[in-house]
């Protein structure tokens, strides 16, 4: 793939950041559109799908913030020279061909083009048919920034395919695609995973735990649970399961007290055998399934747990391998707790809606990976690229 200027890109992304800023009505009233056809009754979507004025500023902050960064390709990673005279370069390389599925999110329409025509990719944008409208004029706009500064459109297009459509592009694409993208729930991952024929990495879904320790400030602990639950129930880094050690000081009334907190939050909960013990009018959890479920509501399930590797077991068996907390004033088993969780972010005594490019440093993200291969964790401008060897002989043939 042919390298693009950094200035140039950097030029592409600057009118990008006026085009929005100078068509905030014209995209207000394509979202108005999507949203007077949308079911309200999914208020996590609703929410999700929603531009308002400070989204908008979100988005040209975004672009702003990746147009800053240093340009990630092309970047040496090492340079030896061998004793046999070979020079072995590893350069950071452009993926090529990204495509992204992703539902109700107009602002991904933002985030991922911004981030893969800056790592010198052509993104493919197949958002979902609830945000069409508004993504059709997000696109829209890029085209006219690629336009202005003399580029192809082709960089960045927008895919409107229905599911079978989707199902067939993916086994036959009309292009070669390096890696796959597909941000949302279990279903979509295992659709993508069954059909796609190249990389996929795998993003999205959440299901995260907090594990209060018996050395835990409880107040501290009440304080990040309220966050992590209520601040934002349409992000994958919302909670929605707490795990208790049942040999925490002054246990019995403390269950009493975060259960109160919760419902006067307005957050329904669910309870094991051993807490409904306790919270006896609570709903008891009959399947276990539920342990593994994202739940994307003001909803969540709270346990009891013996020990510290108790905690761990559970949550390894059942999260979605995104992020979780530890509360302790024990560093030590903070350090248990952190180094044997299978999450790509782990926590102590903080909230997991702090697993966000922005909130890390990243910058504006693609997804926050949560597979092994090839990064964890958000990724950012940095991670959305490969790498290359470029090596240089002079006749250099091997014995």
Same mark, same amino acid.
């Given at each position: 793939m042919k390298l693009i200027a950094t200035e140039i890109k950097n030029n592409v992304l600057e009118s990008m950041e006026r085009i929005l800023d100078e068509n905030r009505i014209a995209l207000l009233d394509a979202n108005k559109k999507d949203l007077d056809a949308f079911n +309200?009754?999914?208020?996590?979507?609703?929410?999700?799908?929603?531009?308002?004025?400070?989204?908008?500023?979100? !988005? @040209?902050?975004?672009?702003?913030?990746?147009?800053?960064?240093?340009?990630?390709?092309?970047?040496?990673?090492?340079? +030896?020279?061998?004793?046999?005279?070979?020079?072995?370069?590893?350069?950071?390389?452009?993926?090529?061909?990204? !495509? @992204?599925?992703?539902?109700?999110?107009?602002?991904?329409?933002?985030?991922?083009?911004?981030?893969?025509?800056?790592a010198n990719s052509k993104i493919l944008l197949k958002g979902g048919k609830e945000a069409v409208t508004s993504n059709k004029i997000l696109v829209n706009f890029w085209h006219k920034a690629l336009l202005e500064n003399g580029l192809s459109t082709e960089y960045i297009q927008l895919l409107t395919m229905d599911r079978t459509e989707t199902q067939q592009f993916l086994k036959n694409p009309k292009e070669p695609l390096d890696l796959i993208v597909p941000r949302g729930g279990e279903k979509l991952i295992s659709f993508v995973k069954e059909h796609a024929k190249c990389a996929v990495l795998i993003s999205g879904r959440g299901n995260n735990f907090l594990y209060v320790d018996e050395n835990a400030d409880w107040e501290q602990s009440i304080e990040v649970i309220l966050n992590a639950k209520t601040s934002k129930i349409s992000g994958c880094n919302a909670l929605d399961k707490i795990l208790i050690n049942n040999n925490l000081p002054n246990y019995h009334n403390k269950m009493i007290d975060l259960k109160n907190i919760l419902k006067n939050n307005g957050v329904s909960?669910?309870?094991?055998?051993?807490?409904?013990?306790?919270?006896?009018?609570?709903?008891?959890?009959?399947?276990?399934?539920?342990?593994?479920?994202?739940?994307?509501?003001?909803?969540?399930?709270?346990?009891?747990?013996?020990?510290?590797?108790?905690?761990?077991?559970?949550?390894n068996t059942n999260s979605g391998g995104h992020s979780s907390t530890i509360m302790t004033t024990s560093n030590e088993t903070a350090s248990l707790f952190m180094e044997q969780v299978d999450c790509a972010a782990v926590y102590q005594n903080a909230s997991t809606r702090f697993t966000d490019g922005g909130q890390m440093g990243v910058g504006a993200e693609l997804a926050i990976s949560t597979g092994k291969l090839h990064h964890r964790g958000p990724l950012g401008l940095n991670e959305l690229v490969t790498n290359k060897y470029y090596v240089y002989g002079e006749g250099h043939i091997r014995e």
């Open positions: +309200k009754d999914d208020q996590a979507m609703y929410d999700r799908l929603l531009i308002n004025d400070k989204k908008i500023d979100g !988005m @040209i902050k975004a672009i702003m913030e990746v147009r800053s960064q240093d340009d990630p390709v092309n970047r040496v990673i090492t340079n +030896k020279t061998l004793e046999n005279g070979l020079q072995v370069v590893n350069k950071t390389a452009p993926f090529g061909t990204i !495509m @992204i599925i992703y539902e109700s999110r107009p602002d991904v329409t933002v985030e991922a083009a911004v981030l893969a025509f800056k909960i669910m309870v094991d055998s051993a807490v409904k013990n306790i919270l006896k009018e609570e709903e008891l959890i009959t399947d276990e399934k539920i342990w593994k479920k994202e739940f994307l509501a003001m909803k969540c399930c709270i346990g009891s747990v013996d020990s510290t590797e108790e905690a761990i077991e559970k949550i």
